[in-house]
């Protein structure tokens, strides 16, 4: 499986943006897709993430700003209310359970105040 995100770029806090992921291959196997970042200095945490039958779950810190949607293999990020927290590589993972096999090659989101 493949998996190619896009969608990153500098906006201004309060703004909005969407990440896009397209997932490639042996997509059947694919049960779970999900977001990730990493700031700098700083671990890689979940953002959120979604199931086959749409079950979400969410980081509380993105809780009510950010909607994560998906569409067969293909997963969407949209990120409201941007704030300059959020700044980090964002990156797409996917895999038959939560235990992540396959990740995207990450895509840099800056948010100015």
């Known amino acids: 499986v493949q998996l190619q995100a896009s969608g990153g770029g500098l906006v201004q806090a309060g703004g909005s943006q969407r990440l896009s992921c397209v997932a490639s291959g042996s997509i059947f196997s694919i049960n779970v897709m999900g977001w990730y970042r990493q700031a700098p200095g700083k671990q890689r945490e979940l953002v959120a993430e979604i199931t086959a039958g749409g079950s979400t779950n969410y980081a509380d810190s993105v809780k009510g700003r950010f909607t994560i949607s998906r569409d067969n293999a293909k997963v969407y990020l949209q990120m409201n209310s941007l704030k300059p927290q959020d700044t980090a590589v964002y990156y797409c993972?996917?895999?038959?359970?939560?235990?992540?096999?396959?990740w995207g090659q990450g895509t840099q989101v800056t948010v100015s105040s």
């Open positions: 993972a996917a895999g038959s359970t939560y235990e992540y096999e396959y």
